[in-house]
């Protein structure tokens, strides 16, 4: 027998695009390069450069300018990169555009460049992260919707799904027939999710009417960590952006106090339509909870934009008046710049210390929505954490079982 060797599939690598306009300055272009970044790692590939251009508005034909795309096709066929990802959504017309550039003989060229926004990006996360029937049904229905306006001459073989002889009808040419498939997949995908919908919504009447608490927040705060913590059982969780799509719901006890508690998938800026559309099922645990716990890294520099980020999309799901607990995760991580003594420059948010973030917090929100600072990998003020929950799933179980009362 001949030896075999088993080699690695090569990383895969890209450059980010991103523009400077009227509404979005450079350090706010910055750090959301910062996070396509963390998504093309998550991704599995890895991002080797980035490019930037100050525009009033996205050139409508190619998104950058000429000059700019120039530099990026030179760079890209200089180190050959396998992609080019763009921070924002290309239209339709921008896509075709920029694949001729960058694939101008797709059909007999050495190596295609795949051209990916950011939508599509995530989109390919939440591919490889779906494990069940629903996340994968879910995921499938969110890319079709992206893929049916953008179809070009480079997705033109759909019809081998099903069979291409027989598929087109009279006079239709090729995209016309990809174009139908995809709506038919996407009315069979829609009644799939009708059914699991259906499925979901008899398990959470089955659950009898035992208070639900759901964790939200921007993606990455370390939600699952706490589960793990609280629930006192294995929740999957890494570092990675999405870790978890499939919403876990676990009994807690505290005391002699039965809840149950859930996990969702985390929120993120510039979220595909499609996805928060496709995702609407899932949000229904958060809807349909009576005490909400908003989980924020306060080690992240800029938290308070994923705080709003996470209070808007919860306001858009009709969720922003349920009773909160705002929870800030990993102060074990938060380092405060310290200023000299002698430096006469006005203090900022960079030097502010966990008190003074905490008193900021409390008077911002207001003395009757209780705010918390853990860490939950070093199990920090774990124990204030429980005793807060606690009190508040009493209060609800009270209004609700006041004949119960014995139980705590």
Not at 25 to 38: C, D, I, K, S
Not at 191 to 211: A, C, F, P, S, Y
Request: hydrophobic share 40%; no cysteine.
């Amino acid at each position: 027998m001949g030896d075999y060797y088993i080699t690695e599939a090569k990383e895969e690598t890209a450059v980010l695009v991103a523009i400077t306009t009227k509404t979005q300055n450079q350090e706010q272009t910055r750090e959301y390069l910062e996070e396509l970044a963390f998504l093309t790692e998550t991704s599995g590939a890895k991002a080797v450069k980035r490019f930037t251009q100050k525009m009033d508005f996205a050139n409508p034909k190619t998104f950058l300018g000429s000059g700019k795309m120039e530099e990026v096709l030179h760079y890209v066929k200089e180190h050959a990169i396998d992609m080019v990802i763009f921070d924002d959504d290309l239209s339709p017309a921008q896509l075709r555009n920029v694949e001729r550039i960058f694939n101008p003989d797709p059909d007999h060229a050495d190596h295609n460049v795949k051209i990916l926004d950011r939508s599509n990006l995530i989109l390919d996360i939440f591919a490889r992260r779906a494990r069940t029937a629903h996340a994968k049904t879910q995921v499938e229905l969110a890319q079709y919707n992206y893929l049916l306006p953008r179809l070009t001459r480079l997705w033109t073989h759909l019809e081998r799904q099903k069979g291409g002889i027989g598929m087109r009808g009279p006079g239709e040419t090729q995209i016309e027939t990809d174009r139908r498939i995809i709506q038919q997949k996407i009315a069979l995908l829609k009644e799939k999710l009708k059914k699991i919908d259906k499925q979901k919504t008899t398990q959470r009447g089955n659950r009898g009417e035992m208070v639900r608490v759901a964790l939200v927040g921007y993606t990455n705060v370390g939600k699952s960590t706490l589960m793990t913590l609280l629930s006192k059982s294995d929740v999957f969780a890494e570092n990675k952006l999405f870790a978890t799509l499939d919403t876990t719901v676990r009994k807690v006890v505290l005391g002699n106090l039965p809840f149950l508690l859930t996990d969702t998938v985390g929120f993120i800026r510039k979220l595909p339509h499609e996805l928060v559309e496709s995702f609407k099922s899932t949000l229904d645990e958060v809807r349909e909870a009576d005490l909400l716990m908003h989980i924020v890294d306060i080690s992240h520099p800029n938290f308070e934009d994923h705080f709003n980020i996470v209070s808007n999309t919860l306001a858009e799901i009709d969720a922003a008046d349920k009773p909160m607990l705002l929870v800030f995760n990993k102060i074990d991580a938060y380092h405060p710049v310290e200023k000299e003594a002698d430096d006469p420059s006005p203090i900022t948010k960079v030097n502010y210390s966990l008190e003074k973030w905490r008193q900021t917090w409390m008077s911002r929100l207001g003395e009757e929505q209780q705010v918390l600072f853990i860490s939950a990998t070093k199990k920090q003020n774990i124990d204030a954490l429980r005793d807060l929950l606690y009190e508040r799933v009493k209060e609800i179980h009270a209004v609700r079982y006041p004949y119960n009362h014995y139980l705590y």
